[in-house]
């Protein structure tokens, strides 16, 4: 039986993923922790118990902790690549600050801990294509620092007190549950809601520009097998490389025209978020992650893209005829 707690219930990767863990874990207890302005609703709401969780508030992790017999926790707390850049004090402040306030609970009451990090691990010096497991990680934003520094420090605590930390690298993540908020690769959500709606796509990111994507099932499916992986095969821990699918704004452009044709696209680059793209991989080798604990997409841009659109119709209400 698992019980688990996951910080940031109610964002674009928690939303979905303490649903996912209420379904794998039937048996067990999930808790949605989530911080006052961000009340879980509806079925993340009515399905299990939620708590207020403030990673910066220390006592608040542990009376989780105590009163649910938490033996994992999901720490999704974070500011995105672009608000990080506006908030660097605040991001350091959730990022690290709570990330140590997490491992000290985890290491009294033996709790796993996940914490992601991201292809913003890396940064300009590193190799762009094929971007090895194990590699130069000198990244240029404050997103990207605290990263680095969530996979040390993650690592730290493995190796110095046997605390179960696990990881992995995500890329931009497209989903039509919860919009992500202050990223880099959020043109590639954004873009998917401005075609259903007939809108015409202000790009901010510059053609050319080629980062690694995933749809979030593919991720939801990695945090689930990264924790429940044979201890005995990890040979790394914080951070595994994952990948499913790289594109430049083009290439997404023309897998929706392909659904919808009359679908338009201007660009207008945001230049904070230009740079920080500019400085992350075009795509990651995930050979260790499919070694390790069997790391295997399932979606690519056409069987995402497709995907996409029908559940954002659903969503929308904007009927299949609207092209
Ligand atoms: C961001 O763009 O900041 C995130 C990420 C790639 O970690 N989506």
């Known amino acids: 039986m698992k019980n688990v707690l996951v910080i940031g219930s ?5 939303s979905e993923l303490t649903m996912k863990l209420r379904k794998v874990y039937h048996q067990g207890t999930i808790v949605a922790g989530y911080i006052p302005g961000a009340e879980p609703k509806g079925e993340l709401l009515e399905s299990g118990p939620s708590e207020i969780v403030n990673v910066t ?13 938490i033996d994992t926790i999901y720490n999704l707390a974070a500011l995105l ?27 009294e009451k033996h709790c796993a801990v996940f914490t992601p990090s991201s292809i913003g691990s890396f ?18 934003s ?32 497209i989903s039509y549950t919860t919009l992500p908020g202050g990223g880099t690769t959020d043109y590639a959500v954004e873009i998917y809601y401005a075609a259903v709606k007939g809108e ?3 790009c901010p990111i510059a053609e050319g520009t080629y980062m690694d994507m995933m749809y979030m099932p593919d991720a939801l499916k990695a ?46 680059i945001d230049p904070v978020r230009q740079a920080i793209a500019d400085s992350w991989p075009n795509r990651m080798d ?12 399932s979606y690519n841009l056409k069987s995402m893209t497709r995907d996409m659109i029908k559940h954002l119709r659903e969503k929308l209400g904007y009927s299949q005829e609207s092209k």
């Open 223 to 268: 945090a689930v097998e990264i924790m429940e992986a044979d201890p005995r095969y990890l040979h790394h821990r914080n951070s595994f490389n994952i990948a499913s699918m790289s594109f430049d704004p083009e290439e997404v452009y023309e897998a929706i025209k392909k659904e919808i044709p009359g679908f338009k696209m201007k660009y207008q």
């Open 123 to 140: 940064g300009p010096d590193t190799p762009r294509d094929n971007t090895p497991q194990d590699t130069i990680q000198r990244p240029t």
């Open 200 to 202: 015409t796509f202000i």
């Open 81 to 107: 690549s672009a608000t990080a850049e506006r908030k660097p004090l605040m991001a350091w402040d959730i990022q690290m600050n709570g990330l140590l306030n997490i491992l000290e609970i985890a290491r």
């Open 142 to 173: 404050m997103y990207g620092v605290t990263k680095v520094a969530t996979e040390l420090l993650s690592d730290y605590y493995y190796h110095k007190y046997g605390v179960d930390t696990r990881s992995v690298r995500f890329p931009g993540l």
């Open 57 to 69: 508030s220390a006592h608040t992790i542990a009376e989780a902790v105590d009163k649910y017999d």
């Open 10 to 14: 109610t964002g674009q990767i928690g």
């Open 286 to 297: 995930d050979t260790c992650a499919r070694k390790e604990w069997g790391w295997n997409p």
